[in-house]
Structures are given as structure tokens and as C-alpha cells.
């Protein structure tokens, strides 16, 4: 049997090879297993280290840093509403500004840190120098009285502090060069509040300014109108997220980054029912007309007969809100409704509209009236002495007869009489809407004394503002209605949405008629009678006729308290004097009153004609259809 040949492998038969023998895997799953442990117990060593370091070692330097910033939530105020009047020329708006800062222990720490890195950027000393300058050469060397040169800058920018203000109320667009270029100066938001026509209704307007130490910071009023209608016109802030300097809540200047989380909304503005072009006039002459006669003090007061609507108010003392820091107490007062007076014989209007309702008597009654009047244990006499005199009942109230005005007076009755005084609005406030509005005062029925009713019929022993006094004229003037005056016309929303004011409330004092038999009756308080008997039937007022126009009205003297003895004054008097114009079509009614004027005419009556000839140039009165009658007063 030949054998197997040489260098060839030997074939076996398939049924004879077994399975080819298993790899173990068991060795290698258990290395990397031991690696994974080995890593992971690595990973966990470097963390405890990392962790020690932090809290040990670096633990004092990074608390520092996180106690350096912070994300705070902080407002954004809310644009202020204007002022405006009635044809919405502005009296009072705000315009934005900036107030610019540094952080100056940040700003150094920063300024080392970058010195290490990078030497050729100069000292810190050279930095500040040129911001210095920069601001200098940016704003000028003051801001709205502020120094803001070189030096003044250089010495706040040195202040070794957490935070120092350089300067306020800068131009938005100039502070946003100087931000720019200087990351470390920061930017604050500031409303700057303008008043264009300075001291034009100041007194009712008042003032308002920025304050930092509010919560929020935020323009808010201080005087008049401003602080009144503060929440109305301040609107509603907003809300943003900052990053802050901890402890003090500075934001930390550079890149805006903040995020707002609600936006503001603005006030409201004020439509007033002032017209800028009476005002201006009113003001005028009522601070000409009162340095002329050397009065303490002098104001007046323009009203729409119809509406109540308060076309001026002017006083002679007024102040800058711009700059009212150096006004006097006397000046940032708006007297017409802060101060009252006894307002004399003007108060006839109550006797003689009383005894025309109640049928008491006519214009053309005559009476019988006698040189003095006793009531109680006074004795009261007429202002020029005279024995019995016949008088019409007109001619009472045109030659402002005391006697007579009693007269009458006994006859209405002390309840009758009472409670016409509250008819027409006297002893409580107007609701004008004016701030520190007075009530005056009404003495009440139950406390009256024997002699009470021989003085309040001729205006002493009540008080009343100015006001209170041009709102009775007002009653007879709009047909026997009182109307409430007002100062504000409407709210406007900033996307120009107007909310009228509501209706004023009203009061019925006495009939339609009656009220024109008054107006007719007080024409002949203004009228001059021609020929030898003119002085006896020439009213009080004659100063006040204006040509053209028939004038109803009153003249009214009172006497002041004198202090020392506590009694009347036989020196010292207010004079007033309340109109309507024209009295055959009311459209104006005007109060005026001073204190104590001590030269030129005792009378506040050619005032009233100055006032009454402007309205009728600026408002284009119609003439009177036909001129007032001389009527009798003395029979």
C-alpha cells in the first residue's frame, strides 16, 4: 500500500473533526471593570480637591466676587402726564434726562486687573484724567447749574467710594456718547418736569421734580395741581431685571443687560379748564393793579356762567416752578381758594335775590329807609351819613345801604335767610379740585346771637374765599342755578384718548325770573346818572361800566379784626367786588377781591372794567342790544 505523499497535508475525514475550542471572556470584562473604578474613583478625588480648594482656599476671594453682583428686580418709571389748558397748550411736561455715575472701587479693580495684562494702557490716574476731560469736552463746564469742567470731574472720579454721581439731568444723546466710550460710566434714567410759561398759573399748576429718595424714585408733586393729581399723572411703573452692585443696589455700569419684565404706563395728562391767553391778561393786571394800590395781596377769578368752568385764577403773588426752591410761603399760595375774608356788602346778593323769590319786594318798592338801624344792642349805620331817605329797593343794593339791606333782611327772617346762605354754596367747599381749598365760614343758625343777623346781611361775621364768593355771582348769572366749579376739563391717555370730566353738580337757588330781576336790579350798582342829581342816583360801582356792554354787579367793603383790640378795624378793610358780563347775556362772571389797599381808588371796580374789556376783545363779544336805563335809586 503506497504511502502518503510527501509535503501535503493530510485530509481527515469531516466526521472526524470536532468543534473548534471556545475563547474566555471572563478576564477582559473583569479589566475594564477595574478600569472604569479606577476612573471614577479619580474623577471623584479631583472633585474633593476642586471642592477643598474652592471652600478653603479660593473660598474668600469668590464670596467676594459673588457679593459684588447680583440680579435685582427694579422699576422703570412711568412718563409723566402734562398740563395742559383747555385749548392744550402745555403748562407742565416732563422731558427725559440721564444721570451719570461711576462705581470708583470697581472701576480700580478692574483698571489692575487689565494694567497686569497689558502695561502700555497707562495708569489708572492717566484713565480718569481723560475721562475727566472727555465729559468736559462732551456737556461743557455745567449742566443745569452743575460744574461739570475738568477738575470738578476729576475729583469726584478720584473718590475712593462704592458710588459717586457725577452729574444729573444730562441730554440722553450726550450721555449716550460718554457711555460709549466709557463702559465704567454708568447711566441713570431721570425726568426733568418743564414749565415753558414759568410763573403763569403757578399757584394752581404748582410744581413737582425727581426725587431719588422715593420708592420708586420717580417725579412726584409737590405743590398745587401736581401733588393733587399725583397718581393720575405719575401712571404706573414698570419692572426689569438688573444687575446690581449686593448691599446697595447700584446697577453696575457698561453693556445694557438688563430684561423687562413690564413695561410702564404712563399717566394721564390734565386738560384744565384755563385759557393760557386770560390767564396771562388776568395776571397781569390783578399783580399791576395791586402794586399800585400797595394792598397786601390781590386776586381775581374768571368763570364760565354756564359751566362753572374756571377760565383764570390769579393771584399777585406768584413763584417759578422751574426754580421755586427760594419762593416764599406767600408766593407758592394760591390765595382765591386758600384764604378767606369777610366779603361786605357783596353778600347783599343773598337779601335782595331772597326778597325777589319770596316776593318780599320789587325793584321799584320804595322804602322808607333812616340814617341807622338798630339790632339787638348794636346800632348799624349807612357808609355816608343821612337821615330818612326814600329809596327804591334797587337803589338799596346800587348805593349799598346797610340800613336798608337790614330792612329787608328782618323781613325774609332768620331761617329764610340761613338757609339761602347754604343755597348758595357758602360754609363748605366748592369741589373745584383746587388743593388746600377752604370751607370759609358760616356761623350756624343755633349759635346765633342777638346781633348776628345785623351783621351777616351786610357781609361781616361770616367768611368766605374768593372762590365761594364769584360762585354766588355765578348762580345769578346762569339763571338761578349753581353750578360747582371746576379746574380740570378731562383726563387725556397717552394714545390721545380724552375722558371728560362728569357733569358738576348743581343747585337750584332761585327762579329763572328772579335771577334776571337781580341782574336788572345790580345794573344800576355800575350806572352814572346824568345832570345836577347825579351824585344821588350814580350807583357805588360806576367805575366798572364798560361802553357798549351793561354790567351787573356789586361793590363790597369790609372791615378787617384788628389783632389788638380783637374788634373791627376802622383802617384796614378788603375790598372786593363780584360781576357779570354782559348782564343782558351772561357769559363771564369775575370776582375780585384785595387786602387792604392803601392808595388809589378804595375800589376794586376798575379792575373789573380792565378784566371786563379784555373778555370782550378776546372772546369777540356782541354788543348789548340796548345800554342799561338809568333807573331811580333815591325817590
Excluded at 393733587?228 to 426689569?240: C, S
Excluded at 326778597?355 to 357808609?383: F, T
Excluded at 381749598?437 to 351786610?458: A, C, H
Excluded at 356792554?549 to 378793610?573: E, L, M, R, V
Aim: hydrophobic content about 40%; overall charge neutral.
Amino acid at each position: 500500500m503506497p504511502g502518503p505523499s510527501r509535503g501535503r497535508p493530510v485530509r481527515r475525514p469531516l466526521s472526524v473533526r470536532g468543534p473548534a475550542p471556545r475563547k474566555r471572556r471572563g478576564g477582559n470584562s473583569r479589566v475594564r471593570l477595574a478600569v472604569g473604578r479606577l476612573l471614577l474613583v479619580g474623577a471623584l478625588l479631583l472633585a474633593g480637591i476642586k471642592l477643598v480648594q474652592v471652600q478653603g482656599f479660593q473660598a474668600e476671594a469668590l464670596s467676594a466676587q459673588a457679593e459684588q453682583q447680583r440680579a435685582t428686580k427694579i422699576d422703570i418709571a412711568a412718563p409723566r402726564g402734562s398740563i395742559l389748558d383747555r385749548n392744550g397748550n402745555q403748562l407742565a411736561f416732563s422731558v427725559e434726562a440721564r444721570a451719570l455715575y461711576v462705581v470708583p472701587k470697581r472701576m480700580r479693580e478692574e483698571w489692575a486687573e487689565a494694567l497686569e495684562a497689558r502695561p502700555e494702557i497707562g495708569s489708572f490716574s492717566d484713565r480718569i484724567a481723560d475721562m475727566a476731560a472727555f465729559i468736559e469736552q462732551t456737556l461743557g463746564k455745567e449742566v443745569a447749574g452743575q460744574k461739570t469742567d475738568r477738575d470738578t470731574m476729576l475729583a469726584k472720579l478720584s473718590q475712593d467710594t462704592t458710588y459717586v454721581e457725577l452729574v444729573d439731568n444730562v441730554d440722553p444723546a450726550k450721555a449716550a456718547v460718554i457711555t460709549e466710550k466709557y463702559h465704567n460710566i454708568g447711566s441713570e434714567y431721570r425726568a426733568v418736569r418743564v414749565y415753558p410759561n414759568g410763573e403763569l398759573a403757578s399757584n394752581i399748576i404748582g410744581a413737582a421734580n425727581w426725587r431719588k429718595d422715593a420708592e420708586p424714585p420717580a417725579t412726584h408733586g409737590l405743590l398745587g395741581l401736581e401733588i393733587a393729581q399725583d397718581n393720575l399723572l405719575a401712571g404706573r411703573n414698570g419692572l426689569r431685571i438688573v444687575d446690581t452692585m449686593q448691599g446697595n443696589d447700584v446697577v453696575i455700569p457698561g453693556p445694557d443687560r438688563s430684561r423687562e419684565l413690564a413695561a410702564a404706563t404712563p399717566g394721564k395728562s390734565l386738560e384744565l379748564t384755563l385759557d393760557v391767553d386770560t390767564q396771562y391778561a388776568v395776571q397781569r393786571m390783578v399783580t399791576d393793579y395791586t402794586t399800585k394800590s400797595k394792598a397786601r395781596s390781590g386776586s381775581a377769578v374768571v368763570m364760565d356762567t354756564r359751566t362753572g368752568e374756571i377760565l383764570a385764577m390769579a393771584n399777585d403773588k406768584t413763584f417759578d416752578p422751574n426754580d421755586f426752591g427760594n419762593a416764599t410761603e406767600d408766593e407758592l399760595r394760591n390765595i382765591a381758594v386758600t384764604s378767606v375774608f369777610e366779603p361786605g356788602s357783596v353778600n347783599k346778593l343773598v337779601t335782595a335775590a331772597t326778597a325777589i323769590e319770596d316776593g318780599v319786594y320789587q325793584p321799584d318798592s320804595v322804602l322808607r329807609v333812616d340814617g341807622s338801624i338798630k339790632v339787638a344792642d348794636r346800632v348799624i349805620g349807612d357808609w355816608w351819613q343821612h337821615g330818612p331817605m326814600d329809596m327804591t329797593f334797587t337803589g338799596v343794593f346800587a348805593k349799598s345801604s346797610n340800613v336798608g339791606t337790614l330792612m329787608t333782611a328782618q323781613k325774609i327772617g332768620q331761617d329764610r335767610y340761613s338757609d339761602m346762605l347754604r343755597k348758595f354754596g357758602l360754609g363748605k367747599r366748592t369741589q373745584s379740585g383746587l388743593p388746600g381749598e377752604e370751607s370759609g365760614y358760616v356761623p350756624p343758625l343755633n349759635q346765633w346771637s342777638g346781633s348776628t343777623f345785623g351783621n351777616l346781611p351786610i357781609g361781616q361775621g361770616l367768611n368766605m374765599t374768593l372762590l365761594q364768593m364769584t360762585g354766588m355771582y355765578q348762580a345769578i348769572a346762569n339763571d338761578g342755578v349753581r353750578i360747582a366749579p371746576r379746574i380740570v376739563r378731562a383726563e387725556v391717555s397717552a394714545d390721545g384718548s380724552r375722558k371728560e370730566m362728569d357733569p358738576a353738580d348743581t343747585e337750584r337757588v332761585v327762579s329763572p325770573q328772579t335771577a334776571k330781576t337781580v341782574r336788572d336790579m345790580f345794573r344800576a350798582v355800575v350806572q352814572k346818572a346824568p345832570g345836577p342829581d347825579s351824585v344821588a342816583q350814580s350807583g357805588t360801582g360806576v367805575p366798572a361800566a364798560l361802553p357798549g356792554y351793561q354790567i351787573s354787579g356789586k361793590t363790597g367793603t369790609a372791615q378787617q379784626i384788628d389783632p389788638k383790640c380783637d374788634c373791627y378795624s376802622s383802617s384796614q378793610y378788603w375790598i372786593t367786588f363780584a360781576g357779570i358780563l354782559p348782564a343782558d347775556n351772561p357769559r363771564f362772571v369775575v370776582g375780585i377781591m384785595l387786602d387792604n389797599p392803601t392808595e388809589g381808588p378804595q375800589s376794586s371796580a376798575p379792575l373789573f372794567h380792565d378784566i371786563a374789556s379784555y373778555l370782550t376783545q378776546r372772546y369777540q363779544l356782541p354788543l348789548s342790544a340796548e345800554q342799561s336805563p338809568i333807573v331811580p335809586l333815591v325817590v
